[in-house]
């Protein structure tokens, strides 16, 4: 447990945050910067939710579950870590580098003297594993993409369509899958034209900064306990680890909210703001409030995707890559970490890199062993020394992801429910996003200012997306 203190004479609402995932730490954040009373409840030992690390026995060292990437169109989350003291915990990269299956690198970099977004165009030529009229049709089918209005592109899949566009089976696998799965975490068979749109424009043509990729160069626990506890913390946050919320519920219509604790305890306070996952609420909101807030009913609706990270430790560097997307391969992205120490014993020094794997629904489940083996074989493919790691662990989140389906966004709850100083925060809210640190931000922050509002303040806590280029606006709107 941890907790701050603040000097203040006037009383101050209080609000109580369920849920230490990213959506609570940014309504946290938010909530003290504007002077509330604030205290957050985790369930767990650790801060992050799906963002989040492990402590392993053997070496005592931190290891995030899967491998987290913001990019620079993630516009909150960039400016939650500066908030928090954290953004220097963080590398920008401006380079992606794509491997084809021979093990040629092509790089593909911005040019900052080009308008966006022909800053990415000479890179993009570069893709030379695409032919030319593969390229030509790739940049037609973006342009008819930004055309569709709202309405159409959200009812769409986008897998049919590209077929429709005539996009063939190879430009699909080599450019669209690699690009959109990744982002959106399920498969382009289930997801909608809406949200692969957002990725293809706002993450990367929009803006100078849009595709920047931002790794932690720390493991995201450490950023947490080191930099965003400490932050909340001296801002007078109180925050309750080990202390799941068993229920919230209200004595009497219009007065304040009781939050019952590890079934130990019942606090009061003027708000609640329920930062955790959409098919968790049921259980911890009473009956009678969730009645009065249909939108939650809907929230059965929406299926997740597993993401499947595979760690591995190595005696020696097996590349001097700090990142790689792979081509035609189960393995999508690989990140270096450096030297550590291997878990096996606790003590060998040893490289240790993830590989990360989103939409792994076909890897067979629960088979770590054939994991590690198609992984290490297509690594040793590229490098040799791969072949044999020193050890190796699997982690699959099997609701790692909400899945972005056609008409997703017609039922994603707002933050602010018909109850008064009852809000909602979660990557699953209404926040135009995708399941990503950037939703789960943009989220905490939105429910924040719809509290602020209950109280006549109009504060502006959520930063404003990248803005598009004025030849992005002439070439695709
Ligand atoms: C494997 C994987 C890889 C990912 N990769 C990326 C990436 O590269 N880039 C990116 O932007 N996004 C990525 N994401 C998505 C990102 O992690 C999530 O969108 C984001 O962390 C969601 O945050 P959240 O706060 O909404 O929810 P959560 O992280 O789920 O937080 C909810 C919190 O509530 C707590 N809780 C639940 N019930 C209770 C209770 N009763 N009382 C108290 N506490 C409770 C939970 O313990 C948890 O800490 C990835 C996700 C996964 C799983």
Redo the contacts with the bound molecule.
């Keep these: 447990m941890k907790s701050g203190k603040k000097k203040d004479a006037t009383p101050r609402p209080s609000v109580a945050i369920?849920?230490?995932?990213?959506?609570?730490?940014a309504a946290a954040e938010a909530l003290s910067r504007s002077g509330m009373l604030v205290t957050l409840?985790?369930?767990?030992r650790y801060?992050?939710?799906?963002?989040?690390s492990f402590r392993d026995e053997n070496t005592g060292q931190l290891f995030d579950?899967?491998?987290?990437?913001?990019m620079g169109c993630?516009t909150n989350?960039l400016d939650f870590c500066e908030q928090t003291g954290v953004a220097k915990l963080f590398r920008c990269d401006r380079k992606l580098r794509f491997i084809d299956a021979k093990g040629k690198v092509y790089p593909f970099a911005p040019i900052e003297s080009l308008p966006a977004p022909l800053h990415l165009a000479p890179a993009f030529w570069r893709q030379s594993y695409l032919t030319m009229s593969e390229r030509i049709g790739i940049g037609t089918a973006l342009r008819r993409m930004a055309k569709l209005t709202d309405q159409q592109a959200e009812h769409l899949l986008v897998g049919p369509w590209l077929r429709e566009q005539k996009q063939s089976s190879g430009v699909i696998s080599r450019f669209w899958e690699i690009i959109l799965v990744s982002a959106l975490?399920d498969s382009i068979e289930k997801t909608s034209l809406a949200a692969a749109r957002k990725v293809m424009i706002d993450g990367f043509l929009a803006h100078h900064h849009s595709a920047d990729v931002h790794v932690p160069s720390a493991p995201l626990g450490e950023i947490y306990e080191e930099g965003i506890a400490r932050c909340l913390f001296d801002r007078g946050v109180r925050i309750e680890m080990e202390?799941?919320?068993?229920e919230v519920f209200r004595k009497s219509v219009g007065g304040g909210f009781s939050v019952s604790v590890k079934d130990e305890e019942t606090l009061q306070f003027d708000n609640v703001v329920l930062?955790?996952?959409g098919r968790?609420v049921k259980?911890?909101l009473a009956p009678r409030l969730f009645e009065k807030v249909p939108d939650l009913a809907r929230v059965d609706q929406f299926n997740h995707a597993p993401?499947t990270?595979v760690h591995l430790w190595y005696p020696e560097p097996i590349t001097d890559l700090p990142h790689a997307v792979l081509l035609d391969r189960t393995s999508q992205w690989i990140f270096a970490h450096g030297e550590t120490k291997s878990p096996h014993d606790g003590q060998t020094p040893a490289y240790y890199y993830q590989v990360?794997i989103?939409a792994s629904h076909n890897l067979p489940s629960g088979d770590h062993a054939a994991i590690i083996a198609t992984v290490t074989k297509e690594l040793a493919e590229l490098w040799p020394a791969a072949a044999t790691p020193l050890f190796a662990r699997v982690?699959t989140?099997r609701a790692?992801?909400f899945s972005a389906a056609p008409g997703l966004e017609d039922i994603r709850p707002p933050q602010a429910t018909p109850i008064t100083g009852l809000f909602l925060?979660?990557?699953?809210t209404k926040t135009g996003w995708p399941?990503?640190?950037?939703?789960?931000i943009r989220?905490?922050r939105l429910a924040a200012e719809a509290l602020c509002r209950r109280y006549g303040r109009n504060e502006q806590l959520v930063t404003p997306e990248l803005s598009h280029s004025w030849l992005c606006r002439k070439l695709f709107y």
């Design positions: 369920v849920g230490g995932g990213l959506a609570g730490l409840f985790e369930s767990r801060l992050g939710g799906r963002a989040g579950h899967c491998q987290h990437v913001a993630c989350f975490g202390s799941p919320v068993d930062a955790i996952p968790r259980a911890v993401i990270g990360v989103s982690i989140q790692a992801v925060a979660g990557d699953w399941a990503t640190m950037e939703g789960a989220s905490g």
